[in-house]
């Protein structure tokens, strides 16, 4: 048996806190991009509470508007890029390599470096509350009010915190293209790669391009606040904000959804015992969003003035990418029409997204109306529409993936029970807070504004939305409890607990560090299931009698054996992409304190990140540690 | 059941040198709408010169000639390319060096047009033209600095003879950089120098 004999060959799990923070093995730092993501998501989650409850009654006195401003900003970044991104990186970490074959990303090292930055970056926003502000002008940084110099470093914070957040976002995107596009096992052709993997290209791909024009916004914002520049304010002007950003922003929304879709598109096939149907549609969709929504940014100025053709450009160009989101619903309908449903927890938040994202895409399609965006521009209908594609997308595709896939993390179930109850309270809190948001905001409530007079007819559905956010903050905590206690108590999962179709069911739960005894050889879309069922003259999958459960790994496909005797050279684990990391982060912190004392801390800075990156290219990929 | 008719060779580590192409590919790419973004900026504030000095400051025949040095590196890149393919140390490192010291000369033409411009009157906080002219010719700089620093980390590892080795770093991927570098400032120097006068 294979197994046998190459058992010494086979890297063994590292252990200890020294071994987490060399890691290069690409499911940890899925893992790490992971908790540090849950970690936010409850700190953002917290302060959307404080700004409930300060809403909950008209002239709340919780909070004064200087902080309100604090909130609702560092809420927004947080989510977005603290949060729901890294949430997606997560996963792709985790699953991109497990998907197409591979033993680990491209550039391991690349990859933990990522990781250092993006956790440096979100130490830096966090740490901006007591450290002289949190940013307080939007998560969209509007000029010319983010260039106002009154408060001292808040924006710059902001400026130089998401400057590094996508420097890292960059870098995984790179590994993640380069990983899917070189290193997919013999026989995994670009249509047979899960759709999931196929969505983390497309966002790849947006994020490699839309980043960018991010951070030549960025750093102008930051040289008008600190060097004098005129970018956005004296002969400049603060449109070219809005345009950078939104050319930026509006990718960013699809960066956000897609792998959320991606998800789903592999849950809704397996609890349907039914192929995804239409997967190059699904595929090809996918990508026509990718393409499109580069064309599409002006649909957030429609009140800035640019003209009736270019907003009438932009509103048809809007229209028009409703039709790929449009046919992925199709798709996940489909798949589960005539399917053998399984009502298992992945599959609830997986319907649960489809129904509410349809209503989010709704409500989106009234914004590209460009009349009647006039009248919902900045007020709380706009809160509602991308609460519902963000939450009710994005999070519930999310916890769909995560109890989809908690039990190959840790090889054991999460809880049905707390499982049913985080979800239906969490349906239910979500729709009471979201829901009456489309009603305020037809009625003339205003976004970001901190506190409201009696009178107005706003009384009621903001006390029934502050209800639903703490029903949400309950059904995060049974989750939250429900993570830590079944990491040690659920119950065992084995290595394929749902009848899984993708490469990622057939190693082990949780899986070795080298992934794959031996890399797979492909010959189908879903390639696991078909070499779980075969198919009878009707067309029914019947389930092959050799194969009876357990690892498929070695199959009779082209296993000669001429293998067994190479060793396995994993990426060695380094601490240099913590170093570089670390440096970036200190010249970020310096910038922001900049000039003064903020250039020597910058210089340290630049030091450090030097000795990482020398120290990291000049070190060799791979030492020869498991040679005889 | 098999139906390839190649036969499928399994690798446990994958040839990383054209993963590492394809990744540097990706880069450039997210680097050219980084330098779009830029040279967008400038044109839109082209004649936002409150008054100061615009450009009519430009000196371009000197310009031309720093430019001219600037492609000349890009021919010793790939002398130093073809050398590196060669697997000869010596001229890959003769090649690597000429590199470097064409785009410090480049980087040195460009201190001094600074300094001149600074002279005249065109500061980063003068107008909204000189903030992006700065920018994007700072920016465009700090890409040559550093690509003139990976040029000299090639050069000192060819002493010790670990140029060849299998690295983060190597010739081919400097060069892919460098030549990029090269290409962005065609279009600066034609936007920016050649069309404004």
Redesign the interface.
């Known amino acids: 048996m294979v197994l046998d004999t190459s058992k010494d060959l086979v890297p063994a799990q590292p252990t200890g806190i020294w071994s987490w923070i060399t890691t290069v093995d690409h499911k940890r730092i899925g893992m790490m991009y992971g908790v540090t993501a849950l970690v936010a998501f409850f700190i953002a989650g917290l302060e959307a509470l404080f700004i409930r409850l300060q809403l909950a009654t008209p002239n709340g006195t919780i909070l004064s508007a200087d902080a309100y401003n604090q909130l609702f900003t560092m809420h927004g970044l947080t989510m977005l890029l603290v949060v729901v991104m890294p949430v997606g990186a997560a996963f792709m970490n985790y699953f991109i390599p497990l998907h197409i074959g591979a033993r680990d990303v491209a550039f391991p090292r690349a990859n933990a470096f990522s990781y250092w930055l993006f956790l440096g970056a979100t130490i830096m926003l966090l740490s901006s509350f007591v450290l002289g502000g949190a940013p307080d002008g939007g998560w969209f940084g509007y000029a010319p009010l983010s260039t106002q110099l009154e408060e001292f470093v808040r924006m710059d914070y902001y400026a130089i915190g998401a400057q590094l957040l996508g420097i890292a976002s960059i870098m995984a995107s790179a590994n993640f293209i380069a990983t899917v596009f070189t290193m997919r096992a013999p026989g995994m052709t670009l249509m047979r790669i899960p759709v999931f993997t196929w969505m983390a290209v497309v966002v790849s791909f947006l994020l490699i391009f839309s980043l960018p024009i991010f951070g030549v916004g960025l750093f102008q914002m930051y040289f008008d606040r600190n060097f004098g520049t005129q970018f956005f304010s004296g002969g400049g002007d603060p449109l070219l904000w809005q345009h950078l950003f939104w050319l930026f922003g509006h990718p960013e929304v699809y960066v956000l959804i897609l792998p959320a879709m991606g998800i789903v598109s592999e849950i809704i096939p397996v609890f349907s015992r039914k192929p995804l149907f239409g997967y190059p549609f699904v595929v090809f969709s996918g990508i026509a969003i990718g393409f499109m929504g580069f064309g599409v940014w002006a649909h957030h100025m429609y009140t800035a003035g640019l003209g009736p053709v270019a907003e009438a450009g932009f509103g048809i160009a809007t229209m028009l990418i409703a039709v790929p989101t449009g046919v992925k619903i199709f798709n996940w309908i489909g798949t589960m029409w005539g399917g053998k449903v399984r009502f298992e927890l992945p599959m609830l938040f997986s319907i649960g997204f489809v129904s509410l994202f349809v209503i989010g895409g709704l409500s989106g399609v009234t914004h590209s109306v460009v009349p009647s965006d006039y009248q919902q521009h900045d007020s709380y209908y706009v809160v509602a529409h991308f609460h519902y594609v963000l939450f009710g997308g994005g999070v519930f595709g999310f916890v769909a993936g995560a109890y989809y896939w908690f039990p190959k993390w840790t090889g054991r179930f999460l809880d049905k029970r707390m499982g049913l109850w985080h979800f239906w309270l969490m349906l239910l809190g979500f729709n009471l807070t979201f829901a009456p948001m489309h009603i305020l905001g037809l009625n003339g409530m205003p976004r970001r504004t901190y506190r409201y007079g009696e009178g107005l007819g706003w009384e009621f559905w903001n006390q029934v939305a502050t209800v639903g956010s703490f029903i949400i903050g309950v059904s995060f905590l049974i989750f939250a409890w429900n993570l830590i206690k079944s990491r040690k108590n659920g119950v065992e999962a084995g290595p394929d607990p749902w009848d899984g179709r993708t490469l990622e069911w057939s190693i082990s739960s949780p899986p070795p560090v080298h992934n794959f005894d031996e890399i797979p050889i492909v010959e189908h879309v879903d390639d696991f299931w078909h070499r779980k069922y075969a198919t009878d003259e009707e067309g029914r999958a019947v389930r092959m009698t050799d194969v009876t459960g357990g690892t498929l790994v070695e199959t009779d496909t082209g296993g000669d054996g001429s293998h067994e005797e190479e060793d396995m050279h994993m990426p060695s684990p380094s601490y240099y992409p913590l170093v570089a990391a670390t440096g970036i982060t200190t010249v970020g912190y310096g910038l922001i304190y900049a000039p003064g004392a903020g250039w020597v801390v910058a210089g340290i800075g630049t030091l450090i990140t030097m000795w990482g990156v020398f120290g990291w290219s000049l070190e060799p990929v791979t030492r020869d540690e498991h040679h005889d | 059941?098999?139906?390839?008719s190649a036969p499928?060779?399994?690798?446990?580590?994958?040839d990383?040198k054209?993963?590492?192409k394809?990744?540097m590919w990706?880069?450039l790419?997210?680097?050219c709408?980084?330098f779009?973004?830029?040279i967008a900026?400038f044109l839109?504030?082209r004649n936002?010169?409150?008054d100061g000095p615009g450009a009519e400051i430009f000196d371009i025949p000197f310009t031309s000639a720093s430019s001219f040095i600037l492609l000349m590196s890009s021919l010793t890149m790939v002398l130093a390319h073809n050398a590196f393919e060669n697997r000869d140390p010596r001229a890959t490192r003769i090649w690597l060096l000429a590199t470097a010291m064409l785009g410090t000369t480049f980087l040195a033409g460009q201190v001094f047009e600074f300094t001149e411009f600074v002279h005249k009157g065109l500061t980063?906080?003068t107008?909204?033209?000189?903030?992006?002219f700065y920018?994007l010719t700072g920016f465009h700089g700090a890409h040559v600095a550093i690509g003139v620093l990976m040029l000299m980390?090639m050069f000192y590892?060819s002493f010790s003879g670990r140029l060849f080795?299998?690295?983060?770093?190597n010739v081919e991927l400097v060069g892919l950089y460098w030549h990029f570098v090269d290409i962005v400032w065609i279009v600066i120097f034609t936007v920016v120098y050649l069309l404004q006068v």
């Open positions: 059941m098999t139906s390839q499928v060779e399994v690798h446990d580590h994958h990383i054209p993963i590492r394809a990744a990706v880069f790419g997210s680097e709408m980084f779009g973004s830029m900026t839109l504030y936002e010169t409150a980063l906080s107008s909204s033209f000189g903030s992006a920018m980390t590892l080795d299998d690295r983060g770093l």
